[in-house]
Structures are given as structure tokens and as C-alpha cells.
């Protein structure tokens, strides 16, 4: 019919148990509502999907950083606890280390050299020469006993100087020989020996004089010694102090400088006071060489005072050039040189001689111990320096005689007795270097 409108396609559709992407969007149905819900549905349950598992990952990631940060703190504890108990530990052992005191011991007994025959040689000196009677007025008197005998020794010596001078006066001889021996002594000390004698001395007169009046204690007969008199030459007590005069300069000008030049000099000077043509009923006379000591470096015999005063400077040996004051730095030096030839005439090792020891190393231990003994508010820097050259050089020589006697004295000398000092100068804190050379040269650990 033509009026009838031409008929409708038909459009079948089949369902499909699965559609691709490209039927979803090409679909009839896509713009349904039915479609929109189910897109909506699809969305919503997707989105809930994906917020549960964000908010599961951030659940972990909060308990990897709260495990994280408690790992932190209980490392950072663990530090903690270290640190104070290595502290604690260490002020332990400091508060022992103050707590502790080691008391220097008495000296030990010298070693006595294996007994053996000894047969004196011919006297440099004639002390059996027929001379005036022995009290004369015009011989130095004999001192009365007193508590700083050694500078009383040192007195007298000036005395016999003048007294030996008077007779030259009146004895051309005696006054050509005593200048011959002196430059002989002063030649022979600067050139580290005195053997040979003394050009003339066995041949020259002169007055008798009293030894007593230059020991520090009087000496009896001794029997079977060859030189027993009451009274020798006083030419031979002139020898033995212009000798202990000599080596007290090369001391202070030699071995200021260098104080490894100390060494052979304190060997020319043991050797030369034990030789048995020096010595008086059966003694040395050493104690001329310690008056001298005495007067240029007493800190050896444990005196003190205060490096900023007169009479501190006086008491500690500063010497004075012209009425003045000489400078530190040559204080300093003198100082250095008299400690090294201190230690090297007490340091004498005689176990293999035939003669006797004239200053056994006990006096070297004597020494040292009143110099660390002294109160803190008392240490010089005179002290430290004389104590720094004593055992510089000479440390192996101090062990060989006391041991672990001797390590225990030096653990108080280098590192004590600076810790101790108010202040810290550059002459303290040598002995504290001093024990850190000996632990890197010589492996001797003292602190």
C-alpha cells in the first residue's frame, strides 16, 4: 500500500556472556540507566577496594616508622649506657690512680765489688813529706759541727785556698807547682782524664792541715790502710778542689749545652776520687766535690724556694754575674748541666773494679726523693729541670742498679710529681715529654 509506512527493521539481540570494551561503549544500551548503575556499582566497589588497600599500606608504613624510631632510640640508649659506662670507668680508675700513693723505699745497699788485693801505687802527692808540726795558725780552724755541713766544707776550702797562698808567699816552689797543677787538672778534666799524675806534686813541700776539717764526718784510723795520719799536705787537699772545681765548670759549660757530655766526665771524676792514691783512711774525699754541689745547685739536697724572690733564688742556686741576676735561660742551662754530671758521678757502676765506689747510686735515689717529695705549692721549675737531666740519658742505668724499684720511682718523678705542679710551665711539662720519649724509644711504659 502506498500509503503505508514501510516496515521497521527488526533488531535481535543475543546475549553475550562476556562484552569487550569496544561493545560496552558501542552498545546500544550504553546511555541506560540500568547501564549507569552498574557503572556506578562497578566505581564503587573499585574505589572501595582501592581506599582499603591505601589504608592497609599506610598501616604498614606506620608501623615500619614506629619500628624504625624505636630501633632509633634503643640504639641511641645503648650509645648512652656505653659512653657513661666507659665514663664511669674511666673516673673509677682516676679516682684509684689519685688515691694511690707510692712511697719511694729506702735505698738499697750498693753492691760490693768481689773482694780483692789491691796494691797502692806511688802517692802523687808526698803526705809523708817532713813539713812544720801540724798545729799551725795560720791552717783554715776546724769547724764546729753544724746542719748544712757541706756548705761549712765548702768555707773552709776558700780558707785553704788563701792559707796555701800565704805559703807561696814564702815558697816560690810550692807557689810555681800549685799554678802547674791547676792548668795540668783543668787540661786533663777538659780532656776527660787525670792519669799521669800531676807534674811535680810528689816533690813538693807543704804544710799539713787536718782532712777531717773537709768530710762531712770524721774518720778513725783504719788499720792496715797505707794513709793513716792525722793530717796530710794541704797541696793535696788543693789538688782534689781545684779537680772538683774543674769539673763543676765543664759541667755547667759543657753539658748545659750537651748534657750526653756529662757522662765521661763523671767517669774521669769517680775513677780519679776512688784511686787509691785520693783516698784517706780508707774513704774517698768526695765530699770536696759535694760542697761545690752544694753551693751551685742545692736542689740535690732537697733545698726549696720560690723562683721570684732574693732569698727563694738564693736557697735554689741562681747565680749572679756582677751583682746581678743571670738570665733564666742560663740559670736553666747551668741547672741542666749540674743534674746530668750529678747523675753521671752517682751513677758508677763498680761491681767489676777493684776499687770502691766513692758516691754508691743510692745517693742518686736520695736525691731524687727529695726533690718529688716536695709539697705541691713548693715545686720550682728549677726542681723539674735539675730532675729532667738527672734521668735523661741515665734512666737504663737507674734500672740496672734498683729494677722495678727504679720504674716505680720514675713513674712518680715523670708522671706524679708534674701532675701535682699549681702550674703548668714549659719546664713541668718537659718531664711528662720526657716519659713519652721513653715509651716511644725505649718501650718503658710508666703510665
Request: charged share 25%.
Amino acid at each position: 500500500m502506498a500509503e503505508s509506512s514501510p516496515s521497521r527493521r527488526q533488531s535481535y539481540h543475543w546475549a553475550s556472556p562476556q562484552r569487550t570494551p569496544l561493545e560496552e561503549i558501542l552498545g546500544d544500551d550504553r546511555n541506560s540507566e540500568a547501564r549507569h548503575r552498574s557503572l556506578l556499582e562497578n566505581a564503587k566497589r573499585e574505589h572501595e577496594r582501592v581506599r582499603e588497600e591505601a589504608e592497609r599500606v599506610y598501616r604498614e608504613q606506620l608501623q615500619r616508622e614506629e619500628r624504625q624510631r624505636l630501633l632509633d632510640e634503643r640504639r641511641k640508649e645503648e650509645e648512652r649506657i656505653k659512653l657513661e659506662e666507659q665514663l664511669a670507668a674511666e673516673r673509677t680508675r682516676l679516682n684509684a690512680l689519685k688515691a694511690k700513693k707510692v712511697a719511694i723505699p729506702a735505698p738499697l745497699p750498693d753492691p760490693e765489688p768481689p773482694a780483692a788485693p789491691v796494691a797502692p801505687a806511688a802517692p802523687v802527692v808526698n803526705r809523708k813529706a817532713p813539713a812544720p808540726p801540724t798545729t799551725n795558725n795560720n791552717a783554715p780552724a776546724q769547724p764546729n759541727a753544724r746542719p748544712d755541713r757541706l756548705t761549712e766544707i765548702h768555707k773552709n776550702l776558700k780558707v785553704l785556698r788563701k792559707f796555701l797562698a800565704k805559703q807561696g808567699e814564702t815558697n816560690r816552689q810550692l807557689k810555681s807547682r800549685m799554678g802547674d797543677m791547676r792548668r795540668s787538672i783543668r787540661k786533663s778534666v777538659g780532656q776527660l782524664t787525670v792519669s799521669g799524675g800531676v807534674p811535680g806534686a810528689n816533690k813538693t813541700q807543704s804544710q799539713l792541715v787536718d782532712p777531717n776539717e773537709f768530710l762531712l764526718t770524721p774518720r778513725n784510723p783504719v788499720e792496715g790502710d797505707s794513709f793513716n795520719e792525722p793530717a796530710v799536705p794541704s797541696l793535696f787537699i788543693y789538688i782534689l778542689n781545684i779537680l772538683a772545681k774543674a769539673a763543676i765548670s765543664q759541667f755547667i759549660n759543657e753539658a748545659g749545652a750537651r748534657p750526653e757530655t756529662a757522662d765521661p766526665i763523671g767517669v774521669c771524676i769517680a775513677a780519679t776520687f776512688a784511686d787509691p792514691d785520693f783516698l784517706w783512711r780508707g774513704g774517698s774525699m768526695i765530699d770536696i766535690l759535694l760542697a761545690k754541689f752544694r753551693i751551685v745547685c742545692p736542689v740535690l739536697f732537697g733545698y726549696r724556694g720560690s723562683e721570684k724572690t732574693e732569698q727563694g733564688r738564693q736557697r735554689l742556686g741562681w747565680w749572679k754575674d756582677a751583682g746581678n741576676w743571670v738570665p733564666e735561660q742560663q740559670h736553666m742551662d747551668r741547672m741542666t748541666g749540674l743534674g746530668a754530671g750529678f747523675a753521671a758521678v752517682s751513677l758508677r757502676n763498680f761491681a767489676f773494679s777493684k776499687k770502691k765506689n766513692p758516691y754508691p747510686p743510692s745517693n742518686y735515689w736520695t736525691a731524687m726523693a727529695k726533690m718529688v717529695n716536695t709539697p705541691p705549692a713548693e715545686i720550682s721549675n728549677t726542681q723539674c729541670v735539675v730532675l729532667k737531666s738527672m734521668i735523661q740519658n741515665y734512666e737504663q742505668k737507674f734500672i740496672e742498679f734498683y729494677g722495678t724499684a727504679a720504674v716505680a720511682a720514675l713513674r712518680t718523678a715523670l708522671i706524679e710529681f708534674p701532675a701535682r705542679a699549681p702550674h703548668k710551665s714549659a719546664a713541668v711539662n718537659s718531664l711528662e715529654v720526657l716519659a713519652q720519649m721513653l715509651k716511644k724509644d725505649t718501650g718503658l711504659v710508666l703510665g
